[in-house]
C-alpha cells in the first residue's frame, strides 16, 4: 500500500528534513510540500493524500486552526517545538506528535503508526479477506509472508518478531494487536499476551504450555478456553 502524503510548515529548512524522511521510507509518496497552510489546502481538494505532516506554529494560519477547518482530514501527524499542543492534538485525533527537533527513527514510529491504522483500514474495505499471505513491515520494505510459512509470533513492546519456516525471523514496528486482526483466526491463534502460533505447526501440547520447533510457548490462563475450542475441540482420540 502506498501513501500520499503532504508537508506543511513555515521552516524551509524543517520541510527540507521532513522531505529527506519521507524519501526514504518506501510506501511513502510525496504529495507535496508547503510553507503555509492555506497553499496546502488547494491540494487536499485537488489530489488524495492519506496522510499529513503539520506544523503547529505559521503566521497567519496556525496548523491546529487549519487541521479544525477541514471536513475530512486525512491522518495528520503533528509537528512542532513547543509540548504545550498535545491535549489539542489529541482532542483532534491526530496519529502523533513529534517535538522538534526529531530523529529518523522517532518519525517513522509515528508513520507507521499511521501505516498501520491505513491499512487496517483499508483492510476492512477488500472482500474477500486474503486468506494465504500477508505483508509486513521490516527493514524499510514491505515482506510479504504466507501464512503457510508462520511458526509463531511473538509481540515485543512497539515490535513484533514474526518466526517462519523459510529462514530467520522478521523484526517489524507494528503491534501484535494490529497484526492479529489481519490473521486467519482458524490457522493463526493468539495463546498469550505476546504470542500468536501456528495451529498446524505445533508439535506437542504439555502442561498448559505447546512446543513449536522446539520452543515451548506458555498458554496464557484467559486464552486457554478459546485454544482448547479452537484447537483441542474434535481432535482429541
Known amino acids: 500500500m502506498t501513501i500520499n502524503c503532504l508537508l506543511i510548515d513555515d521552516e524551509p529548512l524543517?520541510?527540507?528534513?521532513?522531505?529527506?524522511?519521507?524519501?526514504?521510507?518506501?510506501?511513502?509518496?510525496l504529495a507535496g510540500r508547503f510553507e503555509n497552510a492555506i497553499q496546502g489546502l488547494e491540494i487536499l481538494k485537488q489530489t488524495p493524500v492519506e496522510l499529513m505532516y503539520l506544523d503547529i506554529n505559521m503566521p497567519d494560519?496556525?496548523?491546529?486552526?487549519?487541521?479544525?477547518?477541514?471536513?475530512?482530514?486525512?491522518?495528520?501527524?503533528?509537528?512542532?517545538?513547543?509540548?504545550?499542543?498535545?491535549?489539542?492534538?489529541?482532542?483532534?485525533?491526530?496519529v502523533d506528535y513529534l517535538l522538534k527537533p526529531f530523529s529518523f527513527d522517532r518519525f517513522l514510529k509515528a508513520t507507521d503508526r499511521a501505516y498501520e491504522t491505513l491499512a487496517a483500514k483499508a483492510e476492512t474495505h477488500l472482500d474477500p479477506k486474503p486468506d494465504d499471505f500477508i505483508f509486513i513491515k521490516a527493514e524499510h520494505n514491505l515482506i510479504k509472508i504466507n501464512f503457510s510459512e508462520i511458526e509463531f509470533i511473538e509481540g515485543l513492546k512497539d515490535y513484533v518478531k514474526v518466526y517462519v519456516t523459510t529462514g530467520k525471523p522478521y523484526l517489524s514496528i507494528?503491534?501484535?494487536?494490529?497484526?492479529?486482526?489481519?490473521?486467519?483466526?482458524n490457522r493463526l491463534i493468539r495463546i498469550h499476551k505476546s504470542f500468536?502460533?501456528?495451529?498446524?505447526?505445533?508439535?506437542?501440547?504439555?502442561?498448559?504450555?505447546?512446543?513449536?520447533?522446539?520452543?515451548?510457548?506458555?498458554?496464557?490462563?484467559?486464552?486457554?478456553?478459546?485454544?482448547?475450542?479452537?484447537?483441542?475441540?474434535?481432535?482429541?482420540?
Open 61 to 94: 494560519v496556525s496548523g491546529i486552526e487549519f487541521l479544525r477547518g477541514l471536513q475530512t482530514p486525512p491522518k495528520v501527524i503533528l509537528t512542532t517545538a513547543y509540548n504545550h499542543y498535545a491535549l489539542e492534538g489529541f482532542e483532534l485525533n491526530v
Open 196 to 237: 500468536i502460533i501456528s495451529i498446524d505447526k505445533i508439535e506437542t501440547i504439555r502442561s498448559g504450555k505447546v512446543l513449536i520447533k522446539g520452543r515451548w510457548i506458555a498458554i496464557g490462563e484467559s486464552y486457554q478456553e478459546a485454544f482448547d475450542n479452537v484447537v483441542l475441540k474434535g481432535r482429541m482420540g
Open 174 to 185: 507494528t503491534s501484535l494487536k494490529s497484526l492479529e486482526q489481519l490473521l486467519p483466526t
Open 14 to 29: 524543517a520541510l527540507d528534513k521532513l522531505e529527506q524522511y519521507v524519501r526514504k521510507v518506501p510506501y511513502l509518496n
